[in-house]
Each structure stands twice: as C-alpha cells, then as structure tokens.
C-alpha cells in the first residue's frame, strides 16, 4: 500500500512505491489519483510492471494517489476486487486501499445487509465504506471514527476524497505503515523501503490506532481509540517485509542476521563443511549463522533470474521441474559434503522438500537445516494467509516427524524467546506471535467497543 | 546453444536447455525439430519462457532438435535473424544454431556473392550454410569439412539434417561446448547448468577442431583440422557463464572464489568494516575475497526480484531510476562504515557508476572497489560484443582516472597472472586474454587453410 | 440483452444469441451463468468475438444464462459499469440485464444514499438492485413488484437469481423484448434474429408491463402494473433493429420497404436515373422506392468488408478517410448521371455529407436525397442516445438549410404519417415518435406510482 | 499488391494500398519503403489493418514503397514467407512483391540449386531473386530481362532498388495491374479501386510484356519479350476482383451485371416471386437478372456484420453455424415462396450448400438457383487457388447431380459464351478460361524462350 498527497507526478510515483512494495502481493494493481475534483484509476491482474503503461499516466493526472498490491488469499478472486476500491455516494467520491483482516467482519455485513447494503465483493474495503457512509450524518471525521469504532481486526488503509488524504492503522499495529516526505509531499507507505526507491525521507511510522488527515492545511493526527497492547507481526522479521527495510523501527536485515547468529547460539552441536541458503529469504540468517558459528557461508544454489511465467509442463521424468528451473546447486561445492542450510520458515514444507531433495542429488552427504523461527503452528486471523500455502506442517507434526519427512539429517528451529530477542532484545516487547504461539492478541469472539 | 538426438520429447527438452542458457542470450530463441523427414520451428524476440507456449509443443515434434538464444549485437536484428536457420537445398533441408564470429566473413561474402548467392540476413550462419552447399557435391561429410576448412575465427555450430546431428567446435575452443547424454539420448550445450537441469549426465567437453556426427548408429568423431593453440575465452570465468556450470572442465564457482582470494592477497591494504558486492555477478568474488582477508561479508545491497520491463520513465528528480529500482542498499548496514565492494568487471563504467553512487547516499565513509579480473583494454573479435556495451572505459583511461570518474576511495583490479592462476593454477594454459592483454590469437588478416 | 433457462449450454448459446444481437451494442460485453448455486461471469470491452475465448466456456458452466451488450452513452463508462451487474445479499447472489433509461433515477438515488446506499457505478441497473433489497423484506416476489413500482421510463430487464430467471418490461413498452424456446429450454431476447440463430422458436413478445417468473415450476406471468398507454419506439424500424427480426410484432424488413415505397408515393416529382443507398441500412427503403417508383436499384457504393478498427492517420491530403475506407463509388456507373439516394435517418448529418460528397467526386451531375424517416429535432430520454452522435442538425436546422449543408440537389423526409403507416398500417398504433413530434409519452417530471 | 514512387508518406499510402486490396489475400501483410539508402520493414501474418500500428510509420520513412497482401494457397505457409521478399546482395539491396504462379519454377529451382543456390523459402519470388543475381553481370536492366526470360507463367511484380521501382507484367497478362498517378508520384496496383481510396489518376494498365523503370528520370517502359496471345483471367469478372474496380479496361460492377441479365435472357422458363442473392458477390448478377428478368429483386439474406474470428464450438444441435451467423434469411420475405437465387459460382458446393438450407428452413417452397458462371471444371495453374476450397464438385458431377446434392429445384449454369459476351461483347477476346474450357494458354510442358 502506497500513497502520496501533494506531488504534481502523484500517480507516477505510486506505480514506483508499488513497485518497491510488489513483494507484498503479486496478484492484482491498482492506483487511483484525483486531481482535487475526480477520480482517475488503472486496476489490473498481475505484477505493477505488467499492469501499467507509460500511456495510463498520462491519464492519471492529479496531485493525490493511492495504490495497493494485492496478495491472492481466494480463488475467486477476480476483477472488481482489485483495489482501491471506489464509490459514488451523495456527489462525493471516496476510494479505500486496505490491507489486513476484519474479525467481526461476517456480522457487520448480515446487519448492513438487514438495512438495505448490497455488496459487490466480498472484500473487507467494501464493508468499511459502507460503514463510513451509514454514519456519514456526523460530518466526515465523527463518521469515520464512528465506523472504525465498530470494526475489529488488523488493518491499514487509505482513504482518498477528492481532495483528502486519510490514513489509519489499527490500534494493536499488526501491520506495518510508515509516514515520509518527498520535498513538500506526504507519502506512507507500508515499508520504508518504497521511501528508499525514491530518496524520501522516513518521519515515523503510522502509530497504532491513529487517524492522520492529510489535506490543504497540513496533516492532522487523531486517536480517538481506546489504546490497547500492540501486537506488530513477528512474521514480517522472519519473511514478509523486505530486508533493506525498517518495519516497526528496526532494520529488517539485521534482525534476520542476528536470528542466525542466534540459532547458532542455540545449536552449538550443528556442524558442517559449510553453511549455504535458499535465496533470498534465507540468506540473511545463514550470513548470521555464519559469522556466529565461524563456519563459512557458500551460495551454493544458483538462482535462474530468468524464470518467467511458463506453464510448459515437463515430461514425466522430470520431477520437481518448478524448483530446478529456479534453482540449482553447485555441484563441485556440493558433493561429498556435510552442508549446513538455513532457511526462513517452513510453512507447508514441500518446497523445502524438493530443494533439499536437490542438494541431496547434488551429492551432499549430510544435510542440516535450520529455521529462523519457531515451527509454524497456528493460522493467522490477521492477513497473513497461510492457507493459500496449504496446511501448516508443523501443526500436525513433530519436529522430528518433520525431519524424516524432510530427509533431513538434523532439523533445528529457533526458539521463541531467540526469535523476540532477535528481532526485539527483548521478549517483553508488543509482537503478536500467535502462528508460533498460539496466543492471539484478538479473538472473533470479542464484541466491537460501543460507540 | 542446445542439441538432443534421440529423444521422444526433443523439443521440450530443448525448450528447458535454452531456460538454462538464457544468460547466454535475450534477444530471441528459436527451437527447431526434426521427425526424421520434416523440419519444424518456433522462432520468437524474446526470454524463451515468453517465444514458447504449451501449445507449440503439441506441433513441434520430433526425436531430434535444436535450438538458440541470442545474444544482441546489432541494432538491425530482425526476424529473420533468428537462429536456428534453415534452407531447403535440393530436396534437403539444413538448419544451423552457431555462436562465435568469423574473421574473413566479408571476404567469404563477397566471393560467394560474385558466384552467384544472394543473402536475406547479415548472420553467419547464412553464409556458413552457403560454403557447406557449394562444396555438397564432395559429399556430405567432405563437404562440410571443405566448407569450415574455409572460416577463420570463433564457432560453436550445431548443423541439423532430417536424420542427423552435425556438432562442430572450432579448433582453438574460444567458446565452451559440452556433450552429455540423457538416457540414450546425446545432448550437446553450451554449459553443463542445462545438463543439470535435466538430470542429464556430462561426458566431455566437444574438443576445439572436432567434428561430431550423430546418428543412428551413435557418434563419430572427426578431427580435420590442423592442430592450433587453445584459446578459451577466460571472460567466461569473469562474467558470462553460470557459476553452477564447469566450462573448459573447471567449475566456474570456485574460479570466481579463487579470484576474490586473489585480490584479497594481491591487496593486504585494502581493509574496511564488510565486503559487500552488486548481486548476483559480484557474489561470489566477494565470497572469496571474504574468506581469503577474514573481513566479514554482508549482502548490504538488496534486488527487486520484480524488475520487469517497465519503459515508464521517471520524473526529472528521480535519476538513475534503473538501478534504483533494481538494487537497494541496506542504509542501517551501510551508513558511516568504510565498505569494499568487489565486482566481477568494469566495461563501460556506467553501471557501476551508479550503483557506487547509491552506497554513497546511503551514507557510506569511504567505499574501495575490488574488481575480479583486469582493466578491459581491448575489444574482442571472437564473438563477447563490449561494443553494445559502449566503450570501454579503461581502454582510454587509467585506473586513477576511473577510480575518480567514479568517486571511489580505492580502485583496485586483478592482475591478469592473478585471474589466470585463480582460473586454472598455471599461466601457461590455453586461454585467450585479449580483451585484458591485447594479444589476439587469431587475427582478421590472416589467410584460410588451403583445400 | 439475451437470457436462457435451463439448458445444459446455457452460456454458449448466450454468446451466439449475443453475437446476434451485436448490433444493438458494440462497447462491452458480458455473460453470467448460474449452476442453480453458483455464479460464474465472464465480462469484457469490446465486441462479443473479441470479449469471449473458446476456454472461458469451460468455466462458465450452468443451465441459466444472461448476457449483455452495451451501446456506448458516456465517455466514462469503464470495466465496473460492464453488465450483467451482480451483487451479494445476505447470502443470495442476484445479477441484472438491463437496457432502458430511468427518467426518475437521480432522484431515486438521492434517496437511497440518504439511507446509506453507496454507488459503485452510474448505472442504472444498479440503482434498480438497490430498490429491489431495500423491499425483500415483503418477500422476493412482492418486493420485485414494490421496487419496479417506483421506478418511471423505459426497460426491459433480465433479473437472474441461482434457481430463477425473472423478466420485466416497462408498462409502456418501449423497447423489443422477446420470449421463445429452444426444446425446453425458455429464451428472452430482444429482437427476434437471436432465437433464428439457434432454430429458437417464437412464442411471443413479452408484454408491456409484464413480469415473467422462468424457474423449475415452468413460466408464471404477473402484470401488477397499472395499464398505460404503449408507445413503442418507433425507430427501431427506421434503424436500430436487424431486418431479419420481427420487433412489436412486425417484421423490420418490410416495414423498412414500405417506408420506401411511401417515400415515392410521397414524392412523385422526384426523378433519376437509378435509386440508390449507403449499405446496409439504406437498402431496404431503397428497394421499396424502386418497386414503387419503378426507377431502377444499384448498389453504386462498394463496402469494403475488411474494415477493422484501425487508428492510422492518413495524410493532410487525405480527407474523410474514414468514409472512404468502407465506402467506394462504383465510377463508372455514377459519372453524369442524375441520382436518388435513400438513407434511412439523418442524425448529425455528418455522415451523409461525406458520403454524399464521395458521389459528387465521383461524378453524378445531381444528387438527390429521400430519407425514410421524419426530420430527428427531439431528444429521446428512454435510451437511444442521439447525444453520443453529436447535435441533431434538424433541430436547429431547415429542410431547405440541410439540403444546401449536405449540398444535394433536393433532399425531401418521410412525412410522419406516411412513416406510421408503413410500420403498422395505421396512424392510431402505440407508437412512441417524440423524436420526430415531440410527444413524450413520459416526461421527467412525472411522480412515481405510490407503493 | 501496391507500390509508389515518389510520396513522402510512401508507407502510409501503401497501407491504405493494402487496405483497398484487402480482398485478394488476408493470411499476411507486408510493406517494405526505401529512402533512398536504406530498407525499412514490417511483415506480419493476418489482416492489413491488424499487421500495421501508428508507431510502425514512425519508423516506415522513405519515398517509394510496395506492399503485399498474400492469399493463402499452402497450410505450411510461414513468417519467412511473407512478402515483399528482401535480399542484400554485393552491397545492394532487393525486395520483391510478386503475385502468380511459374509453371517452370521446380525446373528452375533445381538448376539453381546445382549452381550452389540456397532456398529459405518455397516462394516463386525467392527464386525469381536467384535468377536475377545469377544474371546481374549483364548489368542491371539487362539482367533483369534475362532472368524474366527463363520464367514460364503468370506473374505481376514490383522489384524495388535503393532507389528504383521496376514494374513487370508476364507477356499473357494473366493478371490485372494498372499504373496511375497521385500528385507526382507512380503508383502501380492490382485493382483501380486503391487508386479510389486516395483519390489517385488511372493512366492506364501495365500492358502485358511490359517493363516499367520509374525512378528519377520518371518513367520508362521497355517491351523485350515476344509478344503472345493474351490471357486475362476471366475468373476476376466472376469472383476476385472489386466491383467497383476495372480491370483489364471493363468495369467489374457492369460486367456482373450483364452476366445477370444474360443469364435470365439463356433461362426464360425461370420464374420466382422475387430473386434474391447471397451477398456481396452474388448482388451484382442478381440486380442483372432482376433487371432483364422484370422479377423483383429482395435482400432476402441478412447479414451479420460483426463476425469476427471466433473459434467457438457450436453444440452438437447447431449445424451449420458458420453460415447461420453470418446470413440469416427474412422468414417473412421467403416463407411459402418460390425464389430464384443468383450466385457467382459454385467451387466446391459446401458454402452454397449450407446456404440454400437455410432459405429452405426459412419456408422457401421451391428455389431455383442461377450461377453466373459456367461450371467449374479444370484447376488452375496461374494462381487462383481452387484447390485451397478442396475439389471442385464440377469436374466430377454432372449439373443435375449437382441440382441434386444441393437440394435445389433447378440449377442453370451462364454458357461460356454469354459470359465472355457479358465481359466483353465479344468471344473473340482475350481471356483465359481454362478453367471453365479446359483450355490451358500456356501448360507446364512448354519450353522456356531462349535468351
């Protein structure tokens, strides 16, 4: 999620901070622009490179913009719930880009429902525009405070008028969102890294349950929330965000490294000739591992950079074909060796299944894996969707279960406490670990707060 | 480059051979199969995984097949440049996949073109199949022998006929080529990366001189030529072939490590806080270099794995958009250290150039460049086409001058017995350094063998 | 608009009776189908051959269909406005065909937001769908009724629930709408040629102000609107519908004779060489003239069938390019000769001048025009949108100043008598001609029937 | 075929060249322009007006042009094989538009190949390339001449230079080509009614056995072969050609009209409520045989003007579709009527077949069908490819087997006789109609003139 107020090129610049932030969600694009009167908007499938011509910004004109990548959490995904999401109501114009997961999001619909809403989509940035206008009659501000007062969940979002910036965050900041500049311009962003691509200056982040306008007169803050425990995902450190960037203040890249020094910390007994990773994710906590353990760090698996979207199926005897066209080990680095691999996570387990598979086939004679987290356990209520990825392994096996499964040598995750104290040095700190843990910060059962 | 003889599925296989070679070459690929009797071809500008569809596959069969990607070297390239190229000559049909350059192309043109012969393409290939009809009437075998005995310069070829694969390398080995089977099927590739791939097995490397003829009754191998010194191209270990690959018989992984070693003994002053490098070509020098000076390695720059091919251009204030979008550095990491950056080479000077600059603003002290191999003098005439990449930079200035022109605190580059030792343990092998010493095997004016 | 009930390919006949139907609308396409739980909706721009690929049927399975095509009325008309327009409520999935204009819709609206209803799109079909839950509560049937009740102009409409296929017709009748069958198969389709294209049968049209219920039990027919006058839109006979199809119970074809044949009894005096018309709407008052008048018929104008939408600029020399691709004089036959042109409406008058003018290049020493209609002067509020043509010259424009506009030699109107006889034999029938008379059967400012 | 000499938007007006000529080839597309010095390009497979984008005449600059369109006459037609044909050769470059057919092209070809000729294609222009080079010692025009000498057959070409357009014409003129002017600037095309389209001077028709040299100097026409009995093919009067072009010096329009009113003076017993036509080709005779006839004539078949290239699958009940959706009859014009039908020809009888159903379906309660032409019965080897509509039903069934297999109720054939009155008042003309007599002007046998 990306937007910007006050810049003459507002659309053009969203297509950048998309595309810094496409890691998070490959499935559809999207940037709306108003140029202080109307709206103007390209939404597409795909990646933001594939979505976007140099000729759609010569249409985009304006100097406010809003954009969002989406991450596929459903089949049915089609074209009408790519966001942002725009509406005509009473002469106005408003668009929401959203990210997160409302929890009473199910019973809010059947009750606007039972007052005449009619939904086009079943996503969650329709439900929170109809809230918005049912309370509009309290003026703009009260009834968007009104309408957030009756959601539950995780959230991030955008909402344009015509002429107006709106930005807010849930009050426990499960997900990242940091405010900038650009010269005169405002921009936030969900990583500091789509800052970066265009040499903006962070400022801080969105805090947790605040409203900033931003408009004419300057940007104005707002926490009309009761507060509540911060619960920021533990799961951006370990994969989501990306490592040049700064989420929740720290340094993604160095948390990740000091996870590895960690678990070398925590294994002392794991040895091998040396330790290699799974690009790119697992490469930062392999560098860590590394510099902890004194065992040297090799890039044994070579990535294909030129992966493309082929469906071209291989013949029978080729297995696995997905993972050997991505990436293939060396072999004279490989073979006969006793090989250390760090990873990030496992979450399903079959794509680190066939990976070992080929480091296997390459000739190594004994594999260690190590992950940078705790086993992956519990699903997520809060936008991380595990289950697109299919069922946790972990949540059904035992570390050594999965071991076996794995063909593995030795398997070692981090511990909790070595993951917070990573991330954190601390494990007194606001994270929410409930995927590890099981301890979730927000249950579907509580009741929205009164307004 | 890719062949296979003898497989049910040769084209697909070729399809996934040319995946795995596409470093080799973007412009276009083209596959093209035999059943025995008839040709059939798919040609296309572009990443092979966008010329092919599923759908190709279903039409193009056979149990013998060829294919190519291209490396750009002229602006004018058009369709009916795209290799492989076929005739139909006296109820027969040729088709040729060739990489390398011939140094008496336009002597052979033009002597062609008085006797008659008329030219759709500038490619060597065409003219390559114009020597081979006019000397048909010796015989298939002879012919073709009489037709190469005339070419002076570079090549790797495979020659296709309805029944029969031709391989032919010339005989000073400039460029690798390697021959492997799948099953009972030969394959024939430019490097071993596509054998793996396919879980094929490496046999041996074609010889510089020979010719290879496979066919029903398995393979032949022919040596016509005079002997002459080896000249393998020792670019290949610096920047073109994949470390996963051997070329020449060594590993190019373990080469590039060798040379980061190298430096790092060759320059004991050079000392800083971390080696970083630009990913992925610099990676594994840096690995070395590391190792070797015991200063540790960080990957402080962070790629976009999302780079499409955007044409979008960037506002005024946004420079260096390109690189920008493509490589991050990792500010926390970077900011206030004195760095070492190791790269593979310097040609034009541009690249890096802005890549030096983005770990400037990100707040570096001082940034010393250690670069793999030495200062690119000389143009090559075997096919490496520098040209399209601009001038070379050190071919008119010195070290001195680049390190200023490109606003480093050091700039030091492999000495060429330093890469030759890194490569192969010895300065006395078989490989051409023109492009670094000037001293070219094999020169434009020299005379062709006599028939 | 085209529906169907319970056929096993209810989508693909949907896009053959839509293809059918194309004329009535070029922008966009879309087909929804149901499995009696499900439904699953393919929607483009463009033309139906263009909007729908051999693989999307393999996904649109289900017995009921309907689809659409939309005649362009506004500039801003984008991918969300496509129809069949679908919505969630409360569990139940509901999606609307439509074609119409609603005179009272901004009100409507107003209201509707007033009581939190939030707009996605400017159509009205929408707006309908927002009527129609704001009634459920009085049950599915009875709230149809109650929100068809409040709405005032001219529809027919396909109202598609996962079991049910619901038709309407506004009380007046102003548009085409037709009932058949296919086996058992029950067919809604706006003009009659849809139902010949797949050997449908005709049972009859579906009656002004009727509601039709097409579901397991067979059809049920309720007409709960009070009876109002009919006033059928007289200009599909003059333009809109195809030849081949029946509307209002007359076949289109003879209809368009007729209105020839009167145009010369009309005007005896008028005299030529040969009559002759700009294909293909032309030709058929043409023909009439010529039987009646007894001057003989040419096709003097040659279209060229190739015509695509190609956006190439001519030449500064080149003018009425457009005109000129699709239509070319046959020379020889028109140099000297004194000729009758009958065309069947003047709109903008455009069109006709540059045809008009490729005559007069090409030789003909008089030109005279007979039109089948009366002189357009009014606007039509229930759906054919004169205004995306531009200005009607007749409103502001005499016969005698559009004659030497067009520069013909006599250009002479159906009367709107004669144009009423030819339909229907009759000047008392049902007919709406505000274009013509200015006799709105339904103005804006009419109050709604209460509930 | 187009070319032009001496336009500053040579390449935009061969585009609308191509348009207007669209009818003689829809498989591919191809412009080649000169500047002067240099060869620019664009070639593609389908229509004009979908190979062609704005940017392509950016980059298309150059005074003279040709251009191609190509009818399919072979499945294996590729990329390679669209023309204009382009070689380099010695420093110059050629390019070749060429329609026909050479009778003596394998003969050729395999004469070349014994002199070291390489063939890329199997294109008669590709070998008339070959001839020219092996002649060009003779100097240019006089090479040209040679090469023209050795080929037997039908053939209009353009040859362009660097700077020169050459324009030949095969001694029998089997195909027409006219020369006309626009402004200063030659333009050379197959029919008249591109030199319509952008409103160009006819001067006259390339005659047969003519060479045309139009370059600096102008225009200057030499005439080195031995003159022969003309041989204009009578089939363009039929089917090919435009109607609203001449060709050969008659207008198409008029000539099928008079084959029309010939046909209903050679069948006086023919009667019929009215005549109808299946539209376009069979308009013209039927307006004809109207005429001569006093039956009124109706426009009984409607047709469907937005078929695309759908390759939709009909269900199993819909037969025929491909003929339903694009022509449906007016059931209330044909129902219990006796119709007479003319067609211009039947080939293979499949189309005229499915055809003819429909009007019987439609209710028709007899039809008579007359074709304006005799029965075809012998193949052509000049270049209308019948073969490419399969066999032609004439040469192997009598026309009352005919009658039968296309469930007519009667059949009448035009006489030859009355077609060559009908084209040209005379049978003593010179058409080839071999393939109604069987009378071949020129045959495969016949020995090339010496040179």
Redesign the interface.
């Known amino acids: 999620m990306f937007a910007i107020y006050g810049h003459p ?1 507002a659309a ?2 969203t ?2 901070g998309l ?2 932030l ?2 998070r969600g ?1 499935q559809s694009a999207g940037i709306v622009v108003t140029d202080g009167e109307h709206f103007m908007e390209k ?1 597409a499938m795909g ?4 979505a ?3 000729e759609d ?1 010569s249409r985009l004109k304006g100097h406010i913009a809003c954009g969002h990548v989406r991450y596929a959490t459903s089949k049915n995904y089609q ?2 719930d790519i966001q942002p999401f ?5 002469d106005h114009s408003f668009c929401l880009a959203y990210t997160g997961e409302l929890l009473n999001a199910e019973k809010l619909r ?1 009750q606007l ?8 989509t ?1 996503s969650h940035a329709e439900l929170i ?2 809230l918005l ?2 309370h509009l009659h309290l003026g703009f501000e009260e009834g968007l405070i009104a309408a957030l007062k009756q959601v539950q969940g995780a959230y991030c979002m955008v909402l344009m008028t015509e002429d107006t910036l709106v930005v807010a965050r849930d009050p426990r900041g499960f997900q990242p969102l940091c405010l900038g500049k650009l010269g005169d311009s405002y921009i936030v962003a969900s990583e500091t ?1 789509a800052l ?4 903006g200056v962070y400022l801080r982040d969105v805090e947790p349950g605040e409203i900033l306008f931003i408009g004419k007169n300057g940007l104005r803050s707002l926490k009309p929330f009761a507060p509540a425990r911060h619960a920021h995902c533990i799961f951006e450190f370990v994969y989501f965000a ?3 960037s ?1 989420v929740f203040g720290r ?1 993604v ?2 948390a990740r490294k000091r996870q590895g020094a960690t678990l070398a910390r925590e294994n002392p007994e794991v040895t091998g000739e040396f330790v290699m990773s799974f690009p ?1 994710s697992g ?2 906590p392999a ?1 860590g591992f590394s ?1 902890q353990s004194k065992i ?4 044994a698996m ?14 029978q005897d ?1 297995r696995d ?1 997905g993972v ?2 991505k990436l ?6 490989v073979r006969g060796k006793e090989v250390i691999v760090v990873d990030d996570s496992i979450v399903r387990g079959t794509t680190i299944s066939a990976r070992v598979q080929r480091i296997r ?1 390459a000739g190594a004679s004994k594999i260690h894996a190590l992950i940078a987290c705790p086993p992956c356990r519990y699903p997520c209520y809060y936008g991380v969707d595990f289950s697109t990825k299919g069922e946790l392994i972990a949540s059904t096996h035992s570390v050594e279960e999965i071991r076996r499964a794995l063909d593995l040598d030795s398997l070692h995750y981090l511990s909790l406490e070595g993951l917070l104290n990573s991330v954190d040095g601390s494990t007194e700190s606001g994270y929410c670990t409930a995927c590890f843990s099981g301890n979730y910060p927000l249950l579907p059962e509580e009741e929205p707060e009164k307004i």
């Open positions: 090129e053009r610049l297509f950048y595309y810094a496409q890691h490959q939404k990646l933001v490179s594939e976007f011509q140099e910004f074209f009408a725009s509406v005509r109501y009473a059947v429902e039972k007052e005449g809403s009619i939904f086009q079943a525009m109809h206008v049912r890294c970066d691509l265009m040499a990306r490592p040049d700064d340094n890249y160095l790119d490469n930062y560098l510099a040297p760090f090799e890039m070579i990535r294909n950079h030129y992966v493309g979207r082929t469906f071209i199926q291989p013949t080729m074909f050997k066209v293939n080990p060396v072999r004279n680095l086939q």
